[in-house]
């Protein structure tokens, strides 16, 4: 700090859950922060923390003391989308010109973010490094000092110095102004047009986010100096050194240059990285809509990527991801620009193409490229992508939606089987837009609690007695009627509302359990938990604390995690359930006979029930291959000392041969519809 006027703080920014809150309170407070965690009221007035699922407070803070301390920096919205920025890249990301706490307000600066993740693992996926994320490390850093750190004492003799900066929207301001030594006394900072209106000379530096204008112009002591009929000579010559010793005086400009520029590439892959490639397309945008020219965006997504990574460990995959960054590298022009947007996706930047056909050639050379085999570690791969290309000006005309339209092509290359490229296409906005509105009104719904849980009877099928149910969410909208969950659902897992829905479901059931035990109904009710749920949250803290707020006891309590993702998450998995288990809640496999399932997981996990998933149920008894799956299904149970439950039973033979094959339990439109609590059966079916 004392290196570098220009860096106002260093700060440590770690992610707090909300179950820590008073223990970090209470270190705060101890530390000269009497509020706690704490943010700004519409008045810009210091006040607590409205509560949430996590926060993210300065908790170190140098030089100190400051009153930064204790702030929650994601409260602000623009940081916010910065840190989440930083969070889902794994690299460091620069807010943009804000007001700083440090200055009292007045001052603006930017702030520089590092995610930290637990054990130095950021992970390969979006969702694993928002899990494993422990913090920030930041800087506090005031452009405008650097400026002054860089010029201060060093004006050259006889001549005025005036640094203008220019944002992107090319408006400009007075960034630094210096007078001349020769100068008698000072002279107050004139206008820009004041300072151009007599003999100057202009250099241009390009910055981030825009350049700057240095300009120079003799005081009256340089005439002075020199009066003789080559003062012009003397001029020119002397404007030329001044431009040479201010560059060379700059050089702490130039070097944080360098570091924002670094800041700017992939530390993997050394390819550019999301912030680098934006600014790169801004000016291509720029340049093709002055030459009126095309150019076009592919957004490339490796297929099944998450497979090598979750099988064959982060290290070997990191490596093929060199590898793919390389071979996009050699199939390009050196005019184009690859970027790695994350994980593994990367994203192109093709200017001035002849037309769309020039891109759907290139898009089937990258296809090729990628389809070869790779060798790594004495061990060889294969590797398809998926490619979605948006063009302009057919398809936008700003960067956000040109990306944002070539995202979308590559979905859709992924939904019509993968290894393939789409061209972007209007009804994909047009989706999205339908998305995005439904998500918007999605959280709203949760957050108002305008969503319903209904509740579906499971049944013991040797008494006939209704032992529990499932809870189900259910959306009635207000213009749009029922929105059936397999629209809705799909949503929430994609946005992360999956997280925030699952624990609204989970704790109306519980509510309503605790409701039916009370008047004398012993019925445990069961709950569908998404994997990521378990991902991007602590599960078994959600569900202790829910348990703990509605007084509902544990054996009461039922948790249904799905097969597939059992399978997919192996060890990570086995650890949660425990988690759970030691709760004392049941837990069950959902949907099993669709993961593949393995013995050696199986019968480590402590599970209490298998859910026989619907589509073995529904022709039974005629088919002879579900038969046989339902009763091999039935017979693992049982030599696992497992109960099993059959969903979807709709018809009297499905329930009599269940009955028979010696499965316990069942659901299904035969026994009851999901219905509203006050509508559910508490009776024998």
């Known amino acids: 700090l004392v290196s570098h006027p220009e860096i106002l703080a260093v700060e440590w920014i770690p992610r707090i859950e909300d179950k820590e809150r008073q223990k970090i309170e209470a270190e705060l407070a101890a530390h000269g922060q ?88 950021p992970g390969a996926t979006v969702d694993e490094r928002r899990r494993n994320l422990s913090g920030f490390a930041s800087a506090v850093l005031y452009p405008k000092g650097l400026i002054s750190t860089a010029l201060e004492g060093s004006s050259p003799s006889g001549l005025d110095v005036m640094i203008l900066a220019s944002n992107e929207s090319g408006k400009q301001e007075v960034l630094h102004f210096h007078a001349s030594r020769s100068r008698a006394t000072p002279i107050p900072t004139p206008t820009m047009s004041e300072f151009r209106s007599g003999t100057q000379h202009e250099v241009r530096v390009n910055v981030p986010g825009g350049h700057w204008d240095i300009l120079f112009r003799p005081a009256p002591a340089f005439y002075q100096e020199h009066q003789t009929s080559r003062q012009w000579e003397f001029l020119v010559f002397g404007l030329l050194l001044t431009v040479i010793s201010a560059l060379g005086r700059i050089r702490n400009i130039r070097a944080t240059q360098e570091i924002l520029n670094l800041a700017r590439l992939d530390a993997l892959t050394g390819l550019p990285n999301r912030l680098l490639y934006q600014d790169r397309l801004e000016q291509a945008l720029a340049r093709a809509e002055r030459d009126r020219t095309e150019l076009a965006v592919l957004f490339l997504d490796l297929d099944r990527f998450k497979h090598i990574n979750d099988s064959l460990g982060h290290a070997l995959g990191d490596e093929l991801l060199q590898e793919v960054a390389s071979r996009l590298v050699y199939a390009l022009r050196k005019e184009d620009t690859v970027a790695r947007m994350g994980g593994d996706e990367f994203i192109i930047l093709l200017p001035e193409i002849a037309d769309e056909q020039a891109s759907a050639v290139l898009a089937e050379k990258l296809l090729e490229v990628m389809r070869q085999p790779y060798l790594i570690g004495g061990r060889t791969f294969y590797l398809s992508a998926s490619i979605g290309i948006s063009l302009f000006p057919a398809d936008g005309f700003e960067v956000d939606t040109l990306i944002a339209n070539a995202d979308a092509a590559m979905y859709r290359a992924k939904s019509k089987g993968r290894d393939a490229y789409e061209f972007y296409s209007k009804d994909l906005t047009i989706a999205a837009t339908e998305r995005w509105q439904l998500e918007s009104e999605l959280r709203h719904a949760i957050k108002d ?102 007084g509902l006891p544990p054996e009461y309590m039922e948790l249904e995690i799905t097969e597939s993702f059992i399978m997919e998450q192996g060890e990570n998995t086995i650890d949660v359930m425990i988690a759970l288990s030691r709760l004392g809640v049941t837990l069950s496999i959902d949907d099993f006979g669709t993961g593949y399932s393995s013995l050696a997981y199986l019968k480590r996990l402590p599970i209490d029930k298998l859910k026989i998933d619907r589509s073995f149920i529904r022709d039974l008894p005629m088919d002879e291959e579900d038969v046989a799956i339902t009763l091999a299904v039935i017979a693992l149970a049982r030599s696992l000392g497992l109960r099993t439950i059959a969903e979807g039973v709709e018809s009297e033979s499905q329930r009599d041969f269940l009955q028979k094959a010696g499965c316990g339990l069942a659901q299904g439109f035969f026994f009851g519809e999901p219905v509203p609590p006050q509508d559910f059966p508490l009776r024998q079916v």
């Open 34 to 121: 009497p509020l706690g965690i704490v943010e700004h009221d519409p008045g810009l007035r210091f006040v607590a923390a409205r509560k949430r699922a996590q926060y993210f407070p300065v908790f170190y803070v140098e030089p100190s003391p400051n009153k930064a301390l204790g702030f929650d920096v994601a409260s602000r919205p623009q940081v916010a989308m910065t840190m989440e920025r930083a969070t889902e890249t794994g690299e460091i990301c620069t807010s943009d010109e804000i007001n700083l706490l440090q200055g009292d307000g007045l001052m603006k600066g930017v702030i520089f973010f590092r995610p930290i993740y637990r054990n130095a693992n």
């Open 449 to 550: 609690g305008v969503l319903q849980v209904y509740y579906q009877p499971e049944v013991d099928l040797e008494s006939g007695a209704i032992i529990g149910a499932e809870a189900l969410a259910r959306w009635v909208h207000p213009e749009h009627g029922e929105i059936p969950p397999e629209r809705f659902i799909p949503v929430a897992e994609d946005s992360g509302l999956i997280v925030e829905l699952g624990e609204y479901v989970l704790h109306r059931a519980c509510h309503q359990a605790k409701s039916w035990l009370d008047g004398g109904h012993a019925l445990r009710v069961a709950v569908n938990v998404s994997g990521r749920q378990i991902q991007r949250s602590d599960i078994a803290a959600t569900v202790e604390k829910v348990l703990h707020e509605t």
